[in-house]
């Protein structure tokens, strides 16, 4: 069992961890031999750095005050191995209108001589970046970090917003010894005070005058270590959320601050989203012709999301609001917003009906279901209305974008669409279209090895993946040796079809070696390397699994058999399912005179599945290893 611990906190800058009688400081500035000396942690032998403590004091003043809300979050980490030195750069995010930073104080401690040698940084040597619209980062690295080094740092973050209390973090990628978190809130304020995650802190809530005090303590608290799957790491890990729902100010009524996505697009009119919506069309002499070009619709709607895609190069910037797009489209470059802004003046100058899709890429997590801010959403795309009443969703950020294709990223399961009400907003992104992943291979098998041919065609989202490893081998002769590699096959031909399309074919002429021993053949049961690994690593997981996808994939192969050979053993043939059909797979291997026909389908359905389905996943992908590692065995009659 965890044990949490809670010092009175008047005392709590005195304190040390009693954890097998080391010595901890809890007060920032002390530093302990103990903590400069460790070179690793008990709890987690594996840890490249530990948390040794870390605080968070919040206070919130009654709405009014010059300053509305203030937090000072201070840090202390051991760095154990070279991979943690990254910790020593730090960036903190805040909102650009209404909080600043400071106060900000780092130092690094290093065993020089006997001796602890402290290092510290210039408050000079930090710098501000935009990263939204409405969020900046203030950036700095601690200097003389190294192996073995003891970091801490603090900063002050003040808010005249009394509505917005940021998640308290208890959990990280790195275990916490120690994490003491106070939370003052004034009794004219209400909020929702949720823990989410699979750690539980020890929390407690008091009353002391006018205010609510709020501790939350833990200790010992495990790193969130990544797992293959997960969209975003942040969804699962154990915060602590404050939700605003009412103020009690005096001399007015008592105000209701539940958000709701009504609210949410009011918002955004005011800061001029629906203006941009109705720009003018700045591609109007190529959209006028390209109208006359394409009558049939759809083909136009993919027409002029290729002129914008042509046009313009997305600069890896999510935003919400854009910056002059016009000038941006004669730069040849710009944000999400620059772009997907003119690709809707240009669908809109054909005469098309558009509508955005607020978002949150799946690296920034779910949007909320209750209480919503514009601060949730990153960027968005767009849904186009055909006159026959058709929808179609385009974005115009990913050169291999397409009709209901946009980049893997953006397949949010939960996004808003703009100006619709609370219950009938929501649309699921995460499964436009059929991805299909297919393998056709026909050869000839000799006591040499095969010889024949390969197609691979891939539909939808796979060819993200396919397109980005072939522009980054550097060359199509570069590609051509990574296949081999993958295949263990030597490749005499090779060409690739229809690449700008999301449709993309591959065909490959190839010869491979085989196993063989006496007068035995042993050939994989796929016969090339399909499925042959199992996909889940791990035999436990408290975490959900999430697929990026849904996709049917399927391997065929026609292998004629050289003469005087026969089929002395071939695996049994499988079908089974998993998760309410979630998942499928069908392996069978027929025997037809001469010829060898594999046939091996794999369908993932459903992607998300709880951790109670666990077992039974980790079970299905363990039998589908299983088949593809076991062995066709053929042996030569005469």
Known sequence: MIKLLICPVLLFGMCLSPLSGQDFSRKFGK??????????????????????????????????????????????????????VSLANVGIPYRSRGERIS?????????????????????????????????????????????????????????????????????????VVYSYSKVDIPDALAFNVNTTGGYRPLAERTKKGRSYIYTITGEDIPALKPEPFVWCEDDFETKVTFELRSANIPGTPIYNFSGTWEKVDQTLEQVGFDKHLGMRNPLRKEVDQLTSDYPDERE?????????????????????????????????????????????AALRGAGFTTTPILLAPRRYGRLPLANPSVDNLRTFVLLVTLSDGKNYVVDGTDPSNDINLIPVELMVD??????????????????????????????????????????????????????????????????????ETDYGMTISSYAIENFDTSQ????????????????????????????????????????????????????????????????????????ISACNHGVEYLYQALWNGDQLVVKVDLNINTLLYMAEEYPDLFEFFGLVAEKGNAHIILKKTR
Not at 43 to 63: G, N
Not at 103 to 125: F, G, H, Q, S
């Open 31 to 84: 530093i302990t031999d103990y903590e400069v000396d460790m070179t690793s942690y008990e709890q987690d032998t594996s840890a490249v750095a530990v948390y040794l403590y870390e605080e968070t004091v919040i206070k919130m003043y009654q709405p009014g005050s010059s300053t509305n809300a203030d937090r000072l979050y201070s840090v202390k980490i051991k760095i154990l191995k070279p991979e943690g």
């Open 103 to 175: 106060d900000m104080e780092a130092t690094a401690y290093n065993r020089v001589d006997d001796k602890i040698e402290e290092t510290r940084l210039n408050r000079n040597d930090a710098v501000t970046e935009k990263v939204t619209d409405n969020v900046s980062l203030y950036k700095f690295s601690i200097p003389n970090v190294r192996e073995g080094s003891v970091i801490e740092y603090k900063y002050r973050t003040s808010s005249s917003n009394f509505t917005l209390i940021d998640p308290i973090r208890i959990q990280h990628d790195h275990p």
């Open 300 to 344: 136009r709607v993919r027409a002029i999301l290729k002129l914008v895609l042509d046009r313009m190069n997305w600069n890896g910037q999510y935003r919400i609001l854009p910056n002059e797009p016009h000038k941006r489209l004669d730069e040849g470059s710009g944000s999400s917003a620059d772009i997907n802004f003119i690709l809707n």
């Open 414 to 483: 939960r996004a808003r669409i703009y100006g619709a009400d609370n219950a009938s907003g929501w649309i699921n992104l995460s499964a436009l279209t059929p991805n299909i992943y297919r393998i056709l291979v026909t050869c000839t098998l000799n006591e040499t090895g095969l010889t024949g041919d390969m197609t691979r065609f891939v539909q939808n989202a796979r060819t993200y993946g396919l397109k980005n490893s072939y522009r980054n081998a550097g060359s199509e002769d570069k590609y051509v040796e990574s296949l």
């Open 504 to 575: 993309v074919t591959e065909k490959i002429d190839f010869t491979m070696g085989v196993e063989s021993a006496g007068d035995f053949i042993y050939l994989n049961a796929p016969v090339i390397d399909f499925l042959t690994t199992n996909l889940l690593t791990r035999q436990e997981r408290v975490r959900p699994v999430e697929f990026p996808y849904p996709e049917k994939a399927s391997l065929t192969v026609v292998m004629t058999l050289p003469e005087g050979y026969e089929l002395e053993e071939a695996p049994e043939p499988l079908n």
